[in-house]
C-alpha cells in the first residue's frame, strides 16, 4: 500500500475499523457519485476494495470530510482506490458502464437529521370523534369526495390517464387533491364511518394511487414526463404525489408490500429528480417551493430510507443549493446569502401592499417559505437557522397581518388594510408550516398560530357544507362575488371573492383538502423516548400497543372544558398537554385509579407534563381552559409618518420624489419592480381602476401660497400596444391639493391628455418627460397642505418611472398674519382596530347573507354563490361597555354552519355614517379611538351588537373602530 499519512498511525486505524465499523447504510454511500474535494487526507489506499471499507476510513480520521472509493477501470484506474478529501464540494454524477460502483459520501451526514422534538403518530391511529368527526364526514361528502366524479382537473386528470391538469405551476391540481384525500381517507377508515360517506372515496384514492405506481417510468419519474411547467420547473407537480405516497405508506401496517412499493417508488423519484437536477437546475416554482421537496426527502429518510441515506442527504443538500434566498429576502439584505442567490442581487420583503405579481412576494409561495429554516435547520445543523422561522412570522405580520391569524396576499402581498384578501392554498400550506416547526422547535407559539388559522381562517373561506369555497377572503368583508371588475387587489381577477367550485383559478379547489385532516395528524405527538403529548386541542381516541387507550373528550374550541382519559399503559410514560398562551386562568384537576388530586393552576404557553403515566392505571385529567374575552387593537394601516416638510423659499423648493419614502400610494398604486427596463416604478392598478400618488412630503407657505408648480415624469402604458387603441381611452394623471389637517381639496389645477403612447406589451422603452408647468395658482398654503397625482386609468394603465418624478413648488410673496398650525405627524394615521377574541376564536360582527345564484354544476347541482349582506356594518364598538360572553348550546352536526353559534359576544356600538364603502369593499376603518364630535359624518345613537364566531360567517366585520371612555 502506498500511503501518504503524516505517521504511520494510520495502519493502527485501519485494523480497528476493519474489525468495528460504523454501522449502518450510510456505509454504502452514494452510488454513482463521486465527490472532488481538494486537499486530500491520502490518495490511494490499499488493500480497500469497497465503497464500506471507504467510508470506515474516512470517518476515524479526523480531517477526513468527505470520501470517494472508485473501483479499477473506472477512469482508466488500474485497482481500487479510496480518496479522502478534506473538504467538501458538490456531489457529481459518473458515467460509463465501468464507473457504476464509484460511491461517495460526507462525514457531515453521518450523524443524520436532527430528530424532530416531536413526531407524528402512524396515520390512522388517531380516530377523530365529536364535533371533529362530523367535520371531516361533511369535507368527504362535499367538494372533496365529489371532484373524482365531475371536475375534469381530477377525474380527467393526466395523472391517471386524462388529458386534463394543464394549468397553474404544472399538473399541480391533481397531486394537491390527493394530498389531502390521502389523510383524509385513512382517518374515516380509522374512526369506523367510511362506509357511512355519500361517495367511495377509498376506491378513488386507491385508484390514483395504484394507476401511478403502474405508471412510474422505468426512469424513476412520476407522472406524465411531458416536461409541462417549463426547464428546471416540471419538478414541482410531482412533489404532491410523492407526499401522498408516503402518507399512504404510513396508513398501511408495518411491512406491507404496498407500503413498501410506495416508498419504493418514492425512492425511484427522488433518485431520478436528483439526477436531472444535477444538468437542469431548479427556476420558478420549483426554485422557490424548495423546502417541500427538502421535507419530503427528510420524510423518507426518517421513515423507509432503505439504505440510501446518502443518496437523500445529497438530493437535499443539491436541492437547497438551487434554492431560492428566502432568509435573504425576508433580512430586507438586498443580496443573497444561500442556495443558487449567494452574491446576486435579491429583492427585499416588501413592508406595504405589492400591486405586480411577483413569484417572491407570492403569498403561497410565502406561506411554504414560513418553514423553510426551520425544514434545512435539520440538515444544517445551524441554530441560526432554526432561528430565523421566528422573523419570518414577524415580518409578516408586522406589514401583512390580518385578525384571522394570516397575513394578506391577494395573489401578491396586500398590506395591512383590513379588506385586502388571503388566498385558500395560502392558509393551508401555513398551518402546514406552522405544524412543522412546531414539531422541529418544540415551541408552542406556533401551534397558537395554527389554532387562530384552523378555526377562523380555514372554515371562514368555506362554506358550511364544504361545497363551494372563496379563492380570496377578508377579514372585512361585505360582500362575496363573481364578476367584480373593480375591486381593492390587483394581482387577483374578478372571481375571486365568489364563493363555488373554482372561482378565480382551480389550486384553492384541490388544495383545500390538506386542511382539516393534516390537523388531525398532529393532535397527538411523541418524543424520541415514547412520551405524548397533546399538541392541538380536539375530541379524538388513540389506541397505543404500549401507552393504553387515550380519549380527548371535548366540544373545544366551541368550550373550555377538555377531558382526557388514559386507560391500562403497558409501560410507564410522561403525557404532556400543550396550554395555549391565551389560557392565563387554565387549570389542572386529575383522579388516578379513583383518587383526586387538587386542582392546580398551569402556566400558559407552555407545556405541562404529567411524569410516569403509571402501568395498568385510568387516569382521568381534567384542564380547564377558563378563557376570557380580549380586544386586541392595532390592526389594520400602520399609517403612514409625515416625511420631511418643505419650507417656504422666495426662490421656490424642490419636493424630494424619487424613493418610495417620498411617497403614499392609494387606491390600486403599487411600487413594482420592473426587472426588463431596471427600474423601480409605480403601477397604477388595472383597467376602469384608479390610483393616487401623494406626497409624504407636506408642503408648509408659512401663511405664502402656492403660485406655480412643476411636475414631470416618464410613463409605459398597460394593456395595449403602442399608440392610441380605438375604442381604448388612455389613462389621464391630474394634480391635486388638499388640505393636509381635515384631507379636504383644495383643487385639481391640471389634468395630463390621455397617456398611451409608449406601450409596456411591446417593451418600449419610457415615454419622453410629461411636463405640466403651471404658473397664476392660488392655493391656500397658511396650514401645510398635500400634494398628489390622481390617475384615472380608463381602458389602460400606467407604470410611471420612479427615479424620473420631479416636482417643483413656488409661493408668491403675500403672506397671512396668523400663525400656521404645526404639521401633523402623520400623513395617513394608524388605523388602530379592534378585533375581539376569546379562546382560540375571532368574533366578528354578524351580518346577514343573502345567497344569488351564478352558476349550477352538473351532475349534483352544487352551486357557485354570490353573497350579499344588508345588514349595516360600519359600526365602532365603545370599550366603555363591557363586552358579554353568551353560552347558546353545543355545536351543530354542521359545526361551522352560519346559523346556530355555540356562543357569541353582545356588545355596545355606535354606526358611523361617514364610513362608507369604496372600490366594493368596506374601506379602512376611521383612526381610532373614534371621538364622536370631529369624527366624518359624526356617530349615531349607541346600539347593541352581536358579535359571532369568524369560522362560521362567509361575511363578516373582524376589525372594527372603536370609541373609549378614556
Not at 419 to 442: D, K, P, T, W
Not at 892 to 898: G, K, R
Request: charged share 15%; hydrophobic share 40%; glycine share 8%.
Amino acid at each position: 500500500a502506498i500511503l501518504r499519512l503524516r505517521n504511520m498511525r494510520f495502519h493502527a486505524v485501519f485494523v480497528t475499523i476493519a474489525i468495528q465499523s460504523v454501522s449502518g447504510s450510510w456505509n454504502d454511500g452514494h452510488l454513482g457519485v463521486s465527490r472532488t474535494g481538494s486537499g486530500s487526507v491520502g490518495d490511494v489506499i490499499r488493500p480497500v476494495s469497497t465503497a464500506n471499507h471507504c467510508f470506515d476510513l474516512c470517518h476515524h480520521v479526523k480531517s477526513c470530510q468527505a470520501w470517494t472509493f472508485t473501483p479499477s477501470g473506472c477512469n482508466g484506474a488500474r485497482q481500487d482506490l479510496c480518496v479522502l478529501h478534506q473538504s467538501v464540494r458538490p456531489a457529481r454524477l459518473v458515467a460509463g458502464e465501468e464507473c457504476l460502483k464509484v460511491a461517495s459520501g460526507t462525514v457531515d451526514a453521518v450523524d443524520g437529521l436532527v430528530p424532530l422534538k416531536w413526531r407524528p403518530l402512524k396515520l390512522g391511529t388517531i380516530q377523530p370523534a365529536g364535533w371533529l368527526l362530523n367535520q371531516l364526514v361533511i369535507f368527504a361528502n362535499g367538494l372533496s369526495g365529489h371532484l373524482d366524479l365531475f371536475w375534469a382537473d381530477v377525474n380527467e386528470s393526466v395523472w391517471i390517464g386524462g388529458g386534463a391538469d394543464h394549468s397553474g405551476a404544472g399538473h399541480e391540481r391533481g397531486p394537491y387533491w390527493l394530498n389531502g384525500m390521502v389523510p383524509l381517507v385513512a382517518q374515516l377508515n380509522a374512526s369506523g364511518v367510511i362506509s357511512s360517506v355519500d361517495v367511495d372515496i377509498n376506491a378513488q384514492v386507491q385508484h390514483w394511487i395504484t394507476y401511478i405506481l403502474d405508471h412510474q417510468l422505468p426512469s424513476g419519474w412520476l407522472g406524465p414526463d411531458d416536461g409541462f411547467g417549463g426547464k428546471g420547473n416540471d419538478y414541482w407537480s410531482g412533489w404532491n404525489i410523492a407526499a401522498s405516497l408516503l402518507s399512504y405508506a404510513d396508513a398501511m401496517p408495518d411491512g406491507d408490500p404496498m407500503a413498501t412499493r410506495c416508498n419504493a417508488a418514492v425512492l425511484k423519484y427522488i433518485k431520478i429528480v436528483y439526477e436531472r437536477m444535477q444538468t437542469t437546475p431548479t427556476t420558478q416554482w420549483t426554485q422557490n417551493r424548495w423546502q417541500d421537496w427538502v421535507y419530503i426527502i427528510h420524510w423518507l429518510l426518517d421513515t423507509a430510507p432503505q439504505g440510501q441515506e446518502q443518496l437523500l442527504w445529497d438530493a437535499a443538500e443539491l436541492t437547497q443549493h438551487q434554492s431560492w434566498d428566502w432568509d435573504a429576502y425576508y433580512s430586507q439584505a438586498g443580496v443573497g446569502t444561500s442556495g443558487a442567490y449567494v452574491g446576486k442581487p435579491i429583492p427585499k420583503f416588501p413592508e406595504e401592499n405589492v400591486g405586480g405579481w411577483t413569484m417572491y412576494d407570492h403569498g403561497v409561495n410565502n406561506a411554504m417559505g414560513t418553514k423553510s429554516c426551520a425544514t434545512w435547520f435539520r440538515q444544517s445543523k445551524n441554530v441560526s437557522d432554526a432561528e430565523k422561522s421566528y422573523h419570518k412570522l414577524a415580518m409578516q405580520d408586522q406589514f401583512h397581518g390580518q385578525p384571522h391569524g394570516m397575513f394578506s396576499a391577494d395573489e401578491c402581498f396586500g398590506g395591512r388594510n383590513l379588506n385586502r384578501g388571503i388566498e385558500l392554498c395560502a392558509v393551508v400550506e401555513q398551518m402546514y408550516s406552522l405544524q412543522h416547526m412546531f414539531r422541529v422547535s418544540g415551541d408552542p407559539m406556533f401551534l397558537d398560530r395554527h389554532e387562530r388559522i384552523q378555526y377562523n381562517s380555514l372554515p371562514g373561506t368555506i362554506t358550511p357544507t364544504s361545497w363551494a369555497h372563496q379563492y380570496l377572503q377578508q377579514a372585512n368583508e361585505i360582500n362575496a362575488m363573481y364578476g367584480l371588475k373593480d375591486h381593492v387587489w390587483q394581482t387577483d381577477g374578478a372571481d375571486s371573492t365568489g364563493f363555488g367550485v373554482a372561482p378565480n383559478f382551480g389550486c384553492c379547489t384541490a388544495n383545500m383538502q390538506q386542511g382539516w385532516p393534516k390537523m388531525v395528524n398532529n393532535l397527538l405527538l411523541q418524543s424520541e423516548n415514547g412520551a405524548l403529548l397533546l399538541a392541538l386541542i380536539s375530541p379524538f381516541k388513540a389506541v397505543l400497543a404500549s401507552q393504553g387507550e387515550i380519549v380527548v373528550d371535548t366540544a373545544y374550541p366551541f368550550s373550555d372544558i377538555v377531558t382526557i382519559t388514559i386507560t391500562k399503559p403497558t409501560a410507564a410514560f410522561d403525557f404532556s398537554i400543550r396550554i395555549p398562551a391565551w389560557a392565563t386562568k387554565a387549570t389542572v384537576s386529575m383522579v388516578v385509579d379513583g383518587k383526586t388530586t387538587p386542582t392546580q393552576p398551569v402556566s400558559n404557553g407552555t407545556i405541562y407534563t404529567l411524569k410516569a403515566i403509571a402501568v395498568s392505571s385510568k387516569t382521568v385529567i381534567t384542564l380547564a381552559l377558563n378563557p376570557e374575552v380580549r380586544v386586541e387593537t392595532g390592526w389594520g394601516n400602520l399609517g403612514k409618518p409625515a416625511a420631511s416638510v418643505v419650507p417656504y423659499s422666495p426662490s421656490g423648493a424642490s419636493v424630494p420624489s424619487n424613493t418610495e419614502d417620498d411617497f403614499v400610494l392609494g387606491g390600486e398604486a403599487s411600487f413594482t419592480a420592473d426587472t426588463s427596463r431596471q427600474s423601480t416604478d409605480i403601477r397604477t392598478g388595472d383597467p376602469g381602476g384608479s390610483a393616487t400618488i401623494t406626497l409624504a412630503h407636506l408642503i408648509a407657505g408659512n401663511g405664502h401660497n402656492v403660485t406655480g408648480c412643476q411636475v414631470s415624469f416618464t410613463y409605459v402604458a398597460g394593456y395595449g400596444p403602442v399608440g392610441p387603441v380605438t375604442g381604448k381611452r388612455g389613462s389621464t394623471v391630474s394634480i391635486a391639493f388638499a388640505d393636509s389637517r381635515t384631507g379636504s381639496s383644495l383643487g385639481v389645477v391640471w389634468t395630463s391628455p390621455q397617456l398611451q403612447n409608449y406601450s409596456f406589451d411591446k417593451g418600449d422603452p419610457f415615454s419622453p418627460p410629461v411636463v405640466a408647468n403651471l404658473r397664476g395658482l392660488n392655493i391656500v398654503n397658511w396650514a401645510p397642505i398635500t400634494m398628489a397625482l390622481q390617475i384615472a386609468n380608463n381602458d389602460r394603465n400606467l407604470q410611471i418611472n420612479l427615479a424620473s418624478i420631479n416636482i417643483k413648488v413656488s409661493w408668491g410673496t403675500a403672506k397671512d398674519p396668523r400663525p400656521s398650525p404645526p404639521p401633523k405627524p402623520f400623513l395617513v394615521p394608524p388605523t388602530n382596530a379592534a378585533t375581539v377574541v376569546r379562546g382560540p376564536l375571532v368574533y366578528s360582527l354578524l351580518l346577514n347573507e343573502q345567497a344569488q345564484q351564478v352558476k349550477a354544476w352538473e351532475p349534483f347541482n352544487n352551486l357557485d354563490i354570490n353573497i350579499v349582506t344588508s345588514s349595516a356594518w360600519n359600526y365602532a364598538l365603545d370599550l366603555s361597555k363591557p363586552i358579554t360572553y353568551e353560552a347558546l348550546g353545543a355545536p351543530s352536526l354542521i359545526p361551522f354552519n352560519t346559523s346556530n353559534y355555540p356562543a357569541v359576544l353582545r356588545a355596545t356600538a355606535k354606526q358611523l355614517p361617514g364610513w362608507v364603502a369604496h372600490t366594493n369593499a368596506a374601506d379602512e376603518p376611521p383612526t381610532s379611538p373614534i371621538d364622536c364630535p370631529t369624527v366624518a359624518g359624526g356617530c349615531a345613537a349607541s346600539t347593541s351588537v352581536t358579535l359571532v364566531p369568524y369560522g362560521m360567517t362567509d361575511l363578516r366585520m373582524a376589525g372594527l373602530p372603536w370609541i373609549s371612555s378614556h
